[in-house]
């Protein structure tokens, strides 16, 4: 095994998701850790009890991720021992983060195995840098690790509740409100006129990943192999389906991190920007019935009260949204026409009784 691309800066130039060495199989974390050389494993405790009886042998040095401020990395990286040969991130986003940052900052080849699969940080190799919950810097701020390879081991993956699995599709389907706010500005003359083939692609492309989710759930609705195969498949085709167009920024993403710098806590990412572009596509009046559909058949969650966010949190995040968009010089809706008073009220009720 050989290290792959890497760089403390720059990372921009990583591995596009297309590229990505994805495996996939039933028993695959046993077969393939009989082979590992010794091996650092970075993970979370959870995700580490789960895996355990899937490992041919325990790695050299085990650190849980807690969360992802850089300095925390740091000295995870520092806390295992520096006689290994590999690094392996296995959990859910945090735990993979942090495994590319140890595995840079020893100059050693990495094995990711995702224990969920809801989140782009399976196939991206960005390590992006926090100051406590706050996101520093930019893209080619960043360090960044290719990975050999992603493993998916669907008896693993499917030990995980529902939801933490089909909040990958969530991340997907928040693209909803990229056409949403581009339509919104060119209606009120803020933008160019929207490009109705580009939307109407993007579109197409989400439903027939919803029509897609749907065929592989079981007779009782419950997910399988094959569902795991289809998130994953389309988390990685994502980046060259997006829309990468200027004139259609959108906040869905912004308003997941304005939330969590808010309340200074830390949400489902998947599940929390896909309610971040309902929010937006209700502002922007662009159907948002239509995003909502697709995240009931696609199983992600959507209400605040599912996601864990109160009524009075939402609305201290959104009067907290204007400010922050400001400073982060994001063009949405939430900065140019916040939600407040009685439109606050009509949003929450649409948001807990669509």
Not at 107 to 125: C, E
Request: with cysteine; charged share 25%; glycine share 8%.
């Amino acid at each position: 095994m050989t290290k792959t691309g890497r760089g403390w800066s720059q990372a921009s130039q990583m591995k596009p998701a297309a590229e990505y060495d994805i495996r996939y199989g039933s028993g695959l974390l046993k077969t393939e850790s009989s082979d590992w050389p010794p091996y650092l494993m970075v993970s979370t405790p959870t995700a580490y009890r789960t895996a355990q009886p899937y490992l041919s042998k325990p790695p050299t040095g085990v650190a849980h991720a807690m969360w992802l401020d850089s300095k925390h990395q740091k000295e995870i990286s520092e806390s295992l021992p520096d006689d290994a040969e590999l690094v392996v991130g296995l959990g859910g986003g945090r735990a993979l983060d942090v495994s590319k940052f140890v595995a840079l900052d020893k100059d050693l080849p990495l094995i990711m195995v995702p224990t969920i699969v809801s989140t782009g940080a399976i196939i991206h190799g960005v390590v992006a840098k926090w100051d406590g919950r706050k996101i520093v810097g930019t893209l080619d701020d960043w360090p960044w690790v290719d990975c050999d390879h992603v493993l998916v081991d669907d008896d693993l993956i499917l030990e995980a509740p529902y939801y933490l699995n089909t909040a990958g599709l969530g991340d997907i389907l928040c693209g909803y409100a990229a056409p949403a706010e581009w339509c919104w500005r060119s209606k009120n003359g803020l933008g160019p006129p929207c490009d109705e083939a580009v939307i109407a692609e993007v579109l197409s492309h989400h439903e027939e990943i919803a029509q897609g989710f749907e065929a592989t759930l079981d007779t009782q609705g419950n997910l399988t192999g094959n569902s795991v195969r289809h998130i994953m498949k389309s988390m990685q085709e994502r980046d060259s389906r997006w829309i990468q167009r200027p004139e259609a920024e959108s906040g869905d993403h912004a308003f997941w991190l304005a939330l969590e710098e808010k309340h200074n806590t830390s949400y489902i990412h998947g599940e929390m920007v896909a309610f971040g572009a309902t929010v937006i596509a209700w502002q922007c009046n662009e159907q948002p019935e239509i995003l909502t559909d697709r995240l009931d058949r696609c199983k992600v969650r959507r209400r605040p009260t599912e996601i864990g966010l109160s009524r009075e949190e939402l609305r201290a995040g959104l009067e907290f949204m204007p400010n922050y968009m400001e400073k982060k010089d994001a063009n949405t809706i939430l900065r140019h026409q916040p939600i407040t008073a009685s439109q606050f009220d009509r949003l929450w009720e649409f948001l807990e009784t669509s």
